[in-house]
Structure formats: C-alpha cells, structure tokens
C-alpha cells in the first residue's frame, strides 16, 4: 500500500453501502476525536454501536455500548478501529470470528491507525480495508462540508 491512496469511488461506494458501524474505541468523552464522528455519522443517519469494555453496559450518544464485538448485534456492515495500531490484529481477528453473523464487509481503520498485519488478515477474508481514513472527514469532503 504505497501511501496509503484509496480511489474516491471506492470511498464513496463504501460510505454508501454501508448502513450499520461497530466503533471499536468509542468515547464517551466529548472531546475525544471518536466521540465526535461518532455523533456526526449518527446524524448522517448511520447506526453507530459503541465497542468499549470500560463503557460497556452504559450508553454513548443514546446508544448501547459493548465490552466487545462478540457481544454486538447483527447486522454489521463495518468495523471502524478507533484504538492504536497495535491493537488493529486483534479487533479484526474478533471481527473475522463474526464476520459471517454481521455480514461484514469492511474494516476501517482510523487516522494514524495502520497496521498490514490487520489489513493482510482481514483483506485475506475476503473484506475491504481502509487505513489512515475517517469515515466523518471523507463523508464531509464528499458532501463540500469540510470545514
């Protein structure tokens, strides 16, 4: 993945595919960068599923938060990693153990958040990766509403 660029299309083929988000590494504080695109994609009209252990059983933006993706309903359409690289292997290696219950298509991975390990084992399933991206950012820049 020579710099990390991702054709536009595809971008926006999966921003509209997609309907429901797991959000592994969702915040309840509002000043964390997750809790913001959280509430921004809620607003967009995606269901958003916080994934958080601290949080777990409490609730984010009204939403229910999980310990952890095996505890999420399905469908799930996209695994959004809001967590530090080093933990990308194994958020997708629990996504895969549900990939055929959520019917899961894609693994996104947050800004800075890149790790081959995590897009090799989850693109070797058969799911769509993006790395380095916010869903918020490139929705917004789509939309001409970046600012």
């Known amino acids: 993945m ?6 536009d299309a595809l971008i926006k083929t999966i921003l509209r595919s997609v309907k429901t ?27 958003i599923i916080p994934v958080n252990p601290g949080m777990a059983g409490k609730e984010i933006l009204g939403q229910k938060v999980y310990a952890s993706l095996s505890e999420v309903p399905a469908p799930v359409d996209m695994v959004d990693i809001f967590r530090e690289s080093q933990y990308a292997p ?7 153990a549900e990939k ?16 081959e390990e995590a897009a090799k084992l989850a693109e070797d399933a058969g ?3 993006i790395m380095d991206r916010c869903p ?10 970046l600012g």
């Open 136 to 145: 918020k950012i490139e929705y917004s820049r789509f939309r001409s509403e």
């Open 100 to 115: 055929d219950r959520f019917g899961l298509k894609y693994i996104w991975m947050q800004l800075g958040v890149i790790n």
């Open 127 to 129: 799911l769509t990766v």
């Open 90 to 96: 194994a958020i997708v290696r629990e996504a895969l």
């Open 21 to 47: 988000i797991a959000m592994v590494g969702a915040s309840g504080n509002e000043i964390r960068p997750s809790y913001f695109a959280m509430m921004y994609l809620l607003n967009k009209g995606y269901k």
């Open 2 to 7: 020579a710099g990390l660029t991702y054709p």
